[in-house]
């Protein structure tokens, strides 16, 4: 690892959600040391987005919560039992009333930002927040384009193809491939 990389994210098996649900697809936050470059888990979605928003001035390291030392085990480690995916640093905290998620798509080569809007609907790009602000300008003293980022986080490949429910998705693929060749 080098220094100062952005927070990690690793997903659990958050891609085999159903279509429509608004969880996203991280099962569980990391943030590494700054210092002994341990990662370390962070509890909760909007606390990540915290330390996110500042990553790059204000960096973790493990004394900043209590009880810990850059002398305990780490209480994660980067490796391929999980698919992680490695965030970009100072994304803004979401507007209020507004949910950021992050969706694996079904293949893992990639993820899906998108923001769910204060009237439910998904904003995908800046444009869409300029079109939820011009329908909703009561939105304007407290939303601002400029608080959305639409930068997902980096799916880390070598950890996908390690995980067994992307071997079986592959499969699956794979199955129907011949299926159809098949019919031929
Ligand atoms: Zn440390």
Redesign the pocket.
């Known amino acids: 690892m080098t220094s100062g990389s952005p927070p990690g994210s690793p997903p659990s098996q958050g891609s085999q959600r159903k279509r429509g649900s608004t969880k996203d697809s991280v099962g569980l936050y990391a943030v590494q ?6 990662w ?1 888990m962070i509890p909760t979605k909007e606390e990540f987005e915290t330390l996110r928003e500042k990553f790059t001035e204000d960096p973790w ?3 900043r919560r209590p009880d ?3 002398d ?1 085990p780490a209480d994660i480690e980067y490796d391929s039992s999980r698919i992680w995916v490695i965030d970009k640093p100072n994304i803004p905290k979401p507007p209020p009333e507004t949910e950021r998620l992050v969706i694996m798509r079904r293949d893992f080569t990639k993820m899906d930002t998108y923001y769910v809007m204060p009237n439910g609907k998904r904003a995908r790009c800046a444009g869409d927040v300029d079109k939820f602000l011009e329908a909703n300008p009561e939105y304007k003293n407290r939303i601002s384009v400029s608080d959305f980022n639409f930068a997902p986080p980096k799916v880390v490949e070598e950890t996908v193809s390690h995980n067994s429910a992307w071997k079986a998705a592959k499969a699956k693929k794979q199955d129907k491939a011949d299926a159809s060749s098949a019919q031929k």
């Open positions: 040391c700054n210092v002994c470059y341990k370390r390291f493990c004394s810990c030392s850059c305990d």
